[in-house]
């Protein structure tokens, strides 16, 4: 019986537990396709002068995805100086990521990175950009460049994070954390939830939360103790119409190759 239910409960969560935020060491796509889509999601931000923006990208099929639900990890670019391993320091995007552990999938660690890493491991060349306006771009370079981010971080990971309270964490989560802390200029939990109370509406994970909870028992980084209800996380989507709502980025852009 035990058997069974496991073999239900994987199927019935698969659409989740393979898509959590890790750092990719494998590539669907050839070295020079991933460089060249990348470069051009570069081009793309500084031809309308971003200097900070919110970036995503999509890890798994479409089809493996819950509704609404469009991309798997979410991140903080800055345009930065980057010294590069020969030593030679060139401007470009460093993206800031909290990425799920590889050993511990319960657990997450802050990692910078580049685009062409952080498209590695797309299983589709697309992203997608949300430019913040002027002003909430250089709030969010203060943040980064303060090391507040990493203030904002909390270890323990849940793929679909209850944004609401601190309890456990996401990509995504996290980048509404530190959206909020420049918002709101503050790195105070209790105020940051607050406000994200008040303020931000999540996306509902269309999986039953039956599903759900079983699925912590048999899925590492997937867990729904820090939520009542309906489950709710942030998404790439949420954040967007979460800024356009309040009128603090352009509308979200849709990059494909």
Same mark, same amino acid.
């Given at each position: 019986m035990k058997k069974l239910i496991t073999i239900v409960l994987l199927s019935a969560i698969s659409m989740l537990a393979n898509a959590g935020s890790n750092q990719a060491t494998e590539s669907k796509f !050839?070295?020079?396709?991933?460089?060249?889509?990348?470069?051009?999601?570069?081009?793309?931000?500084?031809?309308?002068?971003? $200097?900070?923006?919110?970036?995503? $990208?999509?890890?798994?099929?479409?089809?493996?995805?819950? &509704?609404?639900?469009?991309?798997?990890? %979410?991140?903080?670019?800055?345009?930065?100086?980057? %010294?590069?391993?020969?030593?030679?320091?060139? #401007?470009?995007y460093a993206i800031h990521n909290l990425y799920?552990?590889?050993?511990?999938?319960? #657990?997450?660690?802050?990692?910078?990175?580049?685009?062409?890493?952080?498209?590695?491991?797309?299983?589709?060349? #697309?992203?997608?950009?949300?430019?913040?306006t002027p002003e909430l771009q250089q709030k969010l370079i203060e943040v980064v460049a303060s090391g507040q981010n990493k203030e904002l971080h909390n270890p323990k990971y849940?793929?679909?994070?209850n944004p609401f309270n601190n309890k456990f964490q996401n990509c995504t989560e996290h980048t509404l954390n530190i959206v909020n802390a420049a918002i709101y200029q503050t790195t105070d939990m209790k105020q940051?939830?607050?406000? %994200?109370?008040?303020?931000?509406?999540?996306? $509902?994970?269309?999986?039953?939360r039956f &599903?759900?909870?079983?699925?912590?028992?048999?899925?590492?980084?997937?867990? %729904? !103790?820090?939520?009542k209800g309906k489950v709710k996380t942030a998404s790439f989507g949420?954040?967007?119409k979460y800024l356009e709502k309040y009128e603090l980025a352009s509308p979200k852009y849709i990059f494909e190759a």
């Amino acid at each position: 019986m035990k058997k069974l239910i496991t073999i239900v409960l994987l199927s019935a969560i698969s659409m989740l537990a393979n898509a959590g935020s890790n750092q990719a060491t494998e590539s669907k796509f !050839k070295p020079e396709e991933i460089s060249a889509f990348a470069k051009n999601v570069e081009k793309y931000a500084a031809k309308q002068g971003a $200097r900070a923006f919110i970036i995503a $990208r999509v890890g798994q099929p479409k089809s493996k995805l819950p &509704k609404g639900i469009d991309f798997t990890h %979410t991140a903080i670019a800055v345009y930065s100086e980057i %010294t590069l391993n020969d030593g030679k320091k060139v #401007k470009g995007y460093a993206i800031h990521n909290l990425y799920q552990d590889a050993k511990d999938s319960n #657990k997450s660690a802050l990692v910078t990175d580049y685009p062409v890493d952080f498209f590695w491991g797309v299983h589709t060349l #697309k992203a997608g950009i949300i430019i913040p306006t002027p002003e909430l771009q250089q709030k969010l370079i203060e943040v980064v460049a303060s090391g507040q981010n990493k203030e904002l971080h909390n270890p323990k990971y849940s793929l679909i994070a209850n944004p609401f309270n601190n309890k456990f964490q996401n990509c995504t989560e996290h980048t509404l954390n530190i959206v909020n802390a420049a918002i709101y200029q503050t790195t105070d939990m209790k105020q940051i939830k607050a406000n %994200t109370q008040a303020y931000f509406n999540p996306q $509902r994970v269309h999986v039953s939360r039956f &599903k759900l909870s079983l699925g912590s028992v048999f899925a590492d980084g997937v867990t %729904t !103790k820090d939520h009542k209800g309906k489950v709710k996380t942030a998404s790439f989507g949420s954040i967007a119409k979460y800024l356009e709502k309040y009128e603090l980025a352009s509308p979200k852009y849709i990059f494909e190759a």
